[in-house]
Protein backbone atom coordinates (compact mmCIF):
# COMPACT_ATOMS: atom_id res chain seq x y z
CA UNK A 1 0.00 0.00 0.00
CA UNK A 2 2.71 2.80 0.71
CA UNK A 3 4.31 2.19 -2.74
CA UNK A 4 0.80 2.37 -4.52
CA UNK A 5 0.34 5.72 -2.38
CA UNK A 6 3.61 6.96 -2.66
CA UNK A 7 3.15 6.74 -6.72
CA UNK A 8 1.65 9.95 -6.51
CA UNK A 9 2.18 11.22 -3.50
CA UNK A 10 4.71 11.62 -0.99
CA UNK A 11 4.59 9.40 1.62
CA UNK A 12 6.30 8.73 4.78
CA UNK A 13 6.13 5.28 7.64
CA UNK A 14 5.14 5.37 10.88
CA UNK A 15 5.62 2.13 12.50
CA UNK A 16 5.64 0.46 16.20
CA UNK A 17 8.90 -0.44 18.42
CA UNK A 18 6.18 -2.97 19.87
CA UNK A 19 3.48 -4.52 18.94
CA UNK A 20 2.35 -6.33 21.97
CA UNK A 21 4.12 -7.37 25.02
CA UNK A 22 5.93 -10.83 24.65
CA UNK A 23 3.66 -12.86 27.23
CA UNK A 24 0.84 -11.64 24.82
CA UNK A 25 2.36 -12.89 21.68
CA UNK A 26 1.54 -16.41 21.10
CA UNK A 27 4.14 -16.67 17.58
CA UNK A 28 7.83 -16.86 18.04
CA UNK A 29 8.54 -13.18 17.41
CA UNK A 30 6.58 -9.79 16.35
CA UNK A 31 9.54 -8.43 14.83
CA UNK A 32 11.32 -9.06 11.71
CA UNK A 33 14.08 -11.11 11.64
CA UNK A 34 17.69 -11.37 9.22
CA UNK A 35 15.56 -14.78 7.45
CA UNK A 36 12.96 -12.33 6.58
CA UNK A 37 12.70 -11.79 2.94
CA UNK A 38 9.77 -9.18 3.10
CA UNK A 39 9.93 -6.19 0.99
CA UNK A 40 11.82 -3.99 3.49
CA UNK A 41 10.12 -0.51 4.32
CA UNK A 42 11.72 2.81 5.05
CA UNK A 43 9.80 3.30 8.85
CA UNK A 44 10.54 5.49 11.91
CA UNK A 45 9.90 2.41 14.55
CA UNK A 46 8.24 4.78 17.23
CA UNK A 47 5.06 3.61 18.63
CA UNK A 48 5.13 1.29 21.64
CA UNK A 49 1.20 0.12 22.36
CA UNK A 50 2.06 -0.46 26.80
CA UNK A 51 3.94 2.50 26.89
CA UNK A 52 1.95 5.92 26.69
CA UNK A 53 5.05 7.93 25.91
CA UNK A 54 5.44 7.14 22.84
CA UNK A 55 1.89 7.76 21.72
CA UNK A 56 2.85 11.43 22.32
CA UNK A 57 6.24 11.17 20.74
CA UNK A 58 4.21 9.79 17.67
CA UNK A 59 1.57 11.70 17.16
CA UNK A 60 4.67 14.73 17.79
CA UNK A 61 6.37 13.32 15.11
CA UNK A 62 3.68 13.00 12.40
CA UNK A 63 2.62 16.44 13.40
CA UNK A 64 6.22 17.86 12.55
CA UNK A 65 6.03 15.81 8.89
CA UNK A 66 2.70 18.04 8.75
CA UNK A 67 0.75 15.37 5.84
CA UNK A 68 -2.19 16.38 4.84
CA UNK A 69 -3.47 12.68 5.72
CA UNK A 70 -2.64 9.45 8.01
CA UNK A 71 -3.56 6.40 6.75
CA UNK A 72 -3.70 3.37 9.28
CA UNK A 73 -4.26 -0.45 9.54
CA UNK A 74 -6.98 -1.95 12.39
CA UNK A 75 -7.25 -5.12 13.07
CA UNK A 76 -7.87 -5.78 16.35
CA UNK A 77 -8.73 -3.74 19.81
CA UNK A 78 -5.53 -3.78 21.79
CA UNK A 79 -4.29 -1.07 19.34
CA UNK A 80 -7.09 0.93 19.95
CA UNK A 81 -5.70 3.06 22.72
CA UNK A 82 -2.36 3.60 21.36
CA UNK A 83 -3.72 4.21 17.86
CA UNK A 84 -6.75 6.19 19.12
CA UNK A 85 -4.77 8.42 20.96
CA UNK A 86 -2.53 9.02 17.42
CA UNK A 87 -5.38 9.82 15.62
CA UNK A 88 -6.59 12.81 17.97
CA UNK A 89 -3.21 14.51 17.68
CA UNK A 90 -1.98 13.71 14.68
CA UNK A 91 -3.10 17.45 13.33
CA UNK A 92 -4.15 16.08 10.06
CA UNK A 93 -7.38 13.96 8.49
CA UNK A 94 -7.10 10.11 9.40
CA UNK A 95 -8.15 7.52 7.01
CA UNK A 96 -8.33 3.75 8.64
CA UNK A 97 -7.99 0.70 6.32
CA UNK A 98 -10.27 -1.80 8.39
CA UNK A 99 -9.28 -5.59 8.68
CA UNK A 100 -11.60 -6.60 11.34
CA UNK A 101 -13.68 -4.54 13.56
CA UNK A 102 -14.75 -6.41 16.04
CA UNK A 103 -12.02 -9.45 16.36
CA UNK A 104 -12.58 -13.09 15.63
CA UNK A 105 -11.61 -14.07 19.14
CA UNK A 106 -13.55 -11.33 20.75
CA UNK A 107 -13.71 -10.50 24.29
CA UNK A 108 -15.69 -7.78 26.28
CA UNK A 109 -13.42 -4.97 26.52
CA UNK A 110 -13.40 -5.12 22.28
CA UNK A 111 -16.59 -3.05 21.64
CA UNK A 112 -15.58 0.09 24.09
CA UNK A 113 -12.34 0.16 23.05
CA UNK A 114 -13.37 0.25 19.37
CA UNK A 115 -15.68 3.03 19.95
CA UNK A 116 -13.09 4.87 21.53
CA UNK A 117 -10.88 4.72 18.20
CA UNK A 118 -13.37 5.00 15.74
CA UNK A 119 -14.78 8.43 17.49
CA UNK A 120 -11.22 9.70 16.87
CA UNK A 121 -10.89 9.16 12.99
CA UNK A 122 -11.78 10.36 10.17
CA UNK A 123 -12.96 8.29 7.23
CA UNK A 124 -12.70 4.30 7.04
CA UNK A 125 -12.32 2.11 4.29
CA UNK A 126 -13.96 -1.59 4.66
CA UNK A 127 -12.36 -4.41 3.12
CA UNK A 128 -15.79 -6.64 2.93
CA UNK A 129 -19.70 -5.88 3.58
CA UNK A 130 -19.03 -7.47 6.68
CA UNK A 131 -16.48 -5.57 8.02
CA UNK A 132 -18.80 -2.47 6.82
CA UNK A 133 -21.74 -3.73 9.10
CA UNK A 134 -19.45 -4.24 12.45
CA UNK A 135 -18.33 -0.56 11.66
CA UNK A 136 -21.55 0.88 11.36
CA UNK A 137 -22.90 -1.80 14.22
CA UNK A 138 -20.18 0.87 16.25
CA UNK A 139 -20.23 4.18 14.60
CA UNK A 140 -22.92 4.27 12.39
CA UNK A 141 -22.26 8.11 11.23
CA UNK A 142 -18.81 6.50 9.93
CA UNK A 143 -17.56 8.25 6.30
CA UNK A 144 -16.90 4.86 4.57
CA UNK A 145 -16.12 3.13 1.37
CA UNK A 146 -15.92 -0.22 0.86
CA UNK A 147 -12.84 -1.46 -1.27
CA UNK A 148 -12.23 -5.28 -1.47
CA UNK A 149 -8.58 -6.59 -0.50
CA UNK A 150 -6.41 -6.10 -3.10
CA UNK A 151 -3.67 -9.22 -4.25
CA UNK A 152 -0.63 -10.08 -2.92
CA UNK A 153 1.55 -9.99 -6.14
CA UNK A 154 4.83 -10.21 -5.04
CA UNK A 155 5.29 -13.92 -4.60
CA UNK A 156 6.90 -14.65 -7.93
CA UNK A 157 5.86 -16.53 -10.35
CA UNK A 158 3.90 -20.07 -9.90
CA UNK A 159 6.77 -22.47 -10.60
CA UNK A 160 5.90 -26.50 -12.01
CA UNK A 161 3.98 -28.65 -10.48
CA UNK A 162 6.54 -31.21 -10.19
CA UNK A 163 9.31 -28.30 -8.91
CA UNK A 164 6.86 -28.00 -5.65
CA UNK A 165 6.11 -31.16 -4.92
CA UNK A 166 9.95 -32.51 -4.78
CA UNK A 167 10.94 -29.54 -2.78
CA UNK A 168 8.30 -29.90 -0.44
CA UNK A 169 8.51 -33.55 -0.51
CA UNK A 170 5.23 -34.26 -1.51
CA UNK A 171 3.41 -36.86 -4.45
CA UNK A 172 2.98 -34.68 -7.53
CA UNK A 173 0.13 -36.92 -8.98
CA UNK A 174 -2.37 -36.74 -5.78
CA UNK A 175 -5.28 -34.19 -5.20
CA UNK A 176 -3.90 -31.79 -3.28
CA UNK A 177 -5.62 -29.68 -0.30
CA UNK A 178 -3.75 -26.60 0.91
CA UNK A 179 -4.70 -25.03 4.43
CA UNK A 180 -1.87 -21.91 4.46
CA UNK A 181 -1.61 -19.29 6.85
CA UNK A 182 -1.56 -18.10 10.94
CA UNK A 183 -2.98 -21.02 12.70
CA UNK A 184 -5.32 -20.77 15.15
CA UNK A 185 -8.92 -21.35 16.48
CA UNK A 186 -11.21 -19.72 14.72
CA UNK A 187 -9.56 -20.78 11.43
CA UNK A 188 -10.61 -23.96 12.02
CA UNK A 189 -7.46 -26.74 10.65
CA UNK A 190 -9.26 -29.29 12.92
CA UNK A 191 -12.45 -29.29 10.91
CA UNK A 192 -10.37 -29.62 7.86
CA UNK A 193 -8.64 -32.56 9.07
CA UNK A 194 -11.36 -34.21 10.32
CA UNK A 195 -12.73 -33.49 6.88
CA UNK A 196 -9.84 -35.43 5.17
CA UNK A 197 -10.53 -38.26 7.19
CA UNK A 198 -12.90 -39.76 4.82
CA UNK A 199 -11.34 -38.61 1.66
CA UNK A 200 -10.08 -41.33 -1.00
CA UNK A 201 -6.20 -42.57 -0.95
CA UNK A 202 -5.38 -40.09 -3.92
CA UNK A 203 -6.08 -36.71 -2.06
CA UNK A 204 -3.38 -35.07 0.06
CA UNK A 205 -3.64 -32.56 2.24
CA UNK A 206 -0.70 -30.13 2.96
CA UNK A 207 -0.62 -27.41 6.13
CA UNK A 208 1.49 -24.67 6.04
CA UNK A 209 1.69 -21.92 8.84
CA UNK A 210 2.74 -20.97 12.04
CA UNK A 211 1.00 -21.91 15.40
CA UNK A 212 -0.61 -19.26 17.48
CA UNK A 213 0.17 -21.54 20.56
CA UNK A 214 0.12 -25.54 20.83
CA UNK A 215 -0.47 -27.81 17.93
CA UNK A 216 -1.21 -30.86 20.09
CA UNK A 217 -4.84 -30.94 19.41
CA UNK A 218 -4.08 -30.61 15.79
CA UNK A 219 -0.92 -33.50 15.80
CA UNK A 220 -3.65 -36.12 17.94
CA UNK A 221 -6.57 -35.80 15.40
CA UNK A 222 -4.00 -36.33 12.42
CA UNK A 223 -2.19 -39.07 14.71
CA UNK A 224 -5.74 -40.50 14.48
CA UNK A 225 -6.25 -40.12 10.89
CA UNK A 226 -6.21 -43.39 8.28
CA UNK A 227 -4.42 -40.98 6.05
CA UNK A 228 -2.07 -39.48 8.34
CA UNK A 229 1.00 -40.26 5.92
CA UNK A 230 -1.07 -38.00 3.20
CA UNK A 231 -0.72 -35.17 5.69
CA UNK A 232 1.69 -32.75 5.71
CA UNK A 233 2.58 -30.41 7.66
CA UNK A 234 5.33 -27.45 7.76
CA UNK A 235 4.53 -25.55 11.37
CA UNK A 236 6.77 -22.42 10.66
CA UNK A 237 6.67 -18.45 9.76
CA UNK A 238 6.01 -19.25 6.00
CA UNK A 239 9.34 -16.36 4.28
CA UNK A 240 7.79 -14.80 1.01
CA UNK A 241 10.09 -16.90 -0.99
CA UNK A 242 8.63 -20.28 -0.06
CA UNK A 243 5.02 -19.05 -0.32
CA UNK A 244 5.13 -20.19 -4.08
CA UNK A 245 6.27 -23.52 -3.63
CA UNK A 246 2.90 -24.28 -1.10
CA UNK A 247 0.53 -22.29 -3.62
CA UNK A 248 2.66 -23.87 -6.87
CA UNK A 249 1.51 -27.78 -5.69
CA UNK A 250 -2.47 -26.89 -4.76
CA UNK A 251 -5.02 -27.92 -6.24
CA UNK A 252 -7.28 -26.03 -4.07
CA UNK A 253 -7.34 -23.68 -0.94
CA UNK A 254 -9.22 -24.77 1.58
CA UNK A 255 -10.68 -21.97 3.68
CA UNK A 256 -12.07 -23.58 6.80
CA UNK A 257 -12.55 -20.78 9.06
CA UNK A 258 -15.11 -20.25 12.14
CA UNK A 259 -15.53 -16.80 11.43
CA UNK A 260 -14.10 -13.77 8.86
CA UNK A 261 -14.51 -11.09 7.80
CA UNK A 262 -12.68 -12.06 4.60
CA UNK A 263 -9.45 -13.65 4.10
CA UNK A 264 -6.09 -12.54 3.11
CA UNK A 265 -5.15 -15.92 1.61
CA UNK A 266 -7.53 -15.40 -1.20
CA UNK A 267 -5.39 -12.43 -2.21
CA UNK A 268 -2.21 -14.94 -2.75
CA UNK A 269 -4.83 -17.88 -4.35
CA UNK A 270 -5.91 -15.48 -7.01
CA UNK A 271 -2.11 -14.48 -7.90
CA UNK A 272 -1.41 -18.38 -8.28
CA UNK A 273 -4.82 -18.94 -9.77
CA UNK A 274 -5.75 -21.28 -7.20
CA UNK A 275 -9.59 -21.79 -6.78
CA UNK A 276 -10.74 -22.01 -3.19
CA UNK A 277 -13.21 -24.31 -0.95
CA UNK A 278 -14.71 -21.49 2.29
CA UNK A 279 -16.97 -21.41 4.70
CA UNK A 280 -20.44 -19.90 4.50
CA UNK A 281 -19.44 -17.02 7.26
CA UNK A 282 -18.38 -13.77 7.24
CA UNK A 283 -17.39 -11.68 3.86
CA UNK A 284 -16.29 -14.88 2.48
CA UNK A 285 -19.32 -16.32 0.41
CA UNK A 286 -19.31 -12.45 -0.46
CA UNK A 287 -15.73 -12.28 -1.83
CA UNK A 288 -15.48 -15.48 -2.71
CA UNK A 289 -18.07 -17.07 -3.44
CA UNK A 290 -20.31 -14.45 -4.99
CA UNK A 291 -17.47 -13.47 -7.20
CA UNK A 292 -16.95 -17.48 -8.74
CA UNK A 293 -13.34 -18.14 -7.27
CA UNK A 294 -14.14 -20.45 -5.20
CA UNK A 295 -17.03 -22.84 -3.48
CA UNK A 296 -18.95 -22.40 -0.68
CA UNK A 297 -19.73 -25.28 2.04
CA UNK A 298 -22.73 -24.21 3.93
CA UNK A 299 -21.64 -24.32 7.42
CA UNK A 300 -17.76 -24.65 9.06
CA UNK A 301 -18.59 -28.45 9.40
CA UNK A 302 -16.03 -31.93 8.43
CA UNK A 303 -19.02 -32.91 6.25
CA UNK A 304 -19.84 -30.05 5.12
CA UNK A 305 -16.55 -28.82 3.77
CA UNK A 306 -15.80 -32.87 2.69
CA UNK A 307 -18.98 -33.01 0.57
CA UNK A 308 -17.29 -29.64 -1.51
CA UNK A 309 -13.93 -30.94 -2.00
CA UNK A 310 -15.44 -33.72 -3.33
CA UNK A 311 -17.85 -31.45 -5.97
CA UNK A 312 -14.72 -29.87 -6.59
CA UNK A 313 -13.24 -32.39 -7.97
CA UNK A 314 -15.67 -34.64 -9.13
CA UNK A 315 -16.90 -31.92 -11.93
CA UNK A 316 -14.49 -30.18 -14.41
CA UNK A 317 -16.20 -27.49 -14.79
CA UNK A 318 -16.42 -25.94 -11.24
CA UNK A 319 -12.63 -26.11 -11.46
CA UNK A 320 -12.80 -24.36 -14.78
CA UNK A 321 -15.40 -21.76 -13.59
CA UNK A 322 -13.54 -20.51 -10.56
CA UNK A 323 -10.40 -20.37 -12.77
CA UNK A 324 -11.86 -18.02 -15.31
CA UNK A 325 -13.79 -15.72 -12.40
CA UNK A 326 -9.70 -15.61 -10.48
CA UNK A 327 -8.81 -14.18 -14.25
CA UNK A 328 -11.16 -11.43 -13.96
CA UNK A 329 -10.64 -10.74 -10.13
CA UNK A 330 -6.82 -10.06 -11.22
CA UNK A 331 -7.46 -7.31 -13.42
CA UNK A 332 -9.62 -5.53 -10.32
CA UNK A 333 -8.35 -6.08 -7.60
CA UNK A 334 -4.55 -3.93 -7.92
CA UNK A 335 -3.10 -2.06 -5.51
CA UNK A 336 -2.61 0.78 -7.67
CA UNK A 337 -7.06 0.56 -8.19
CA UNK A 338 -6.63 0.74 -4.35
CA UNK A 339 -4.75 3.15 -3.79
CA UNK A 340 -6.50 5.39 -6.18
CA UNK A 341 -9.81 4.75 -4.54
CA UNK A 342 -8.43 5.47 -0.96
CA UNK A 343 -7.13 8.92 -1.86
CA UNK A 344 -10.28 10.04 -3.58
CA UNK A 345 -12.60 8.76 -0.67
CA UNK A 346 -10.12 10.77 1.33
CA UNK A 347 -9.97 14.03 -0.76
CA UNK A 348 -14.33 14.01 0.02
CA UNK A 349 -13.57 14.53 3.93
Known sequence: MLIGLGKCNDVKAFSFSRQYPDFLFPGKTQYVTPEDEATPVEAEALLDTINPLTWIKTARAIRAWKPDLLVMKYWMSWFAPSLGYVARHCGC???????????????????????????????????????????????????????????????????????????????????????????????????????????????????????????????????????????????????????????????VAVIPYRSATQSGISSIAYHFDVPMVVTDVGGLKGTIGARGTGIVAPEPSPEAIRTEVLRFFRDPAVRQGCLEAIGKEKERLGWDVFCQNLTAFAATL
Open 93 to 251: KSVVVLDNVIPHEAHWFDKPLTRYFLKGCTGFVSMSESVEKDLLSLRPDAPHILLPHPLYAHFGPKLPRGEAAATLGVDPGKKTLLFFGLIREYKGLDILLEAFRDLPEDYQLVVAGEPYGSFDKYQTIIDSLPGKDRVYVFPDYIRDSQVKQFFSVAD
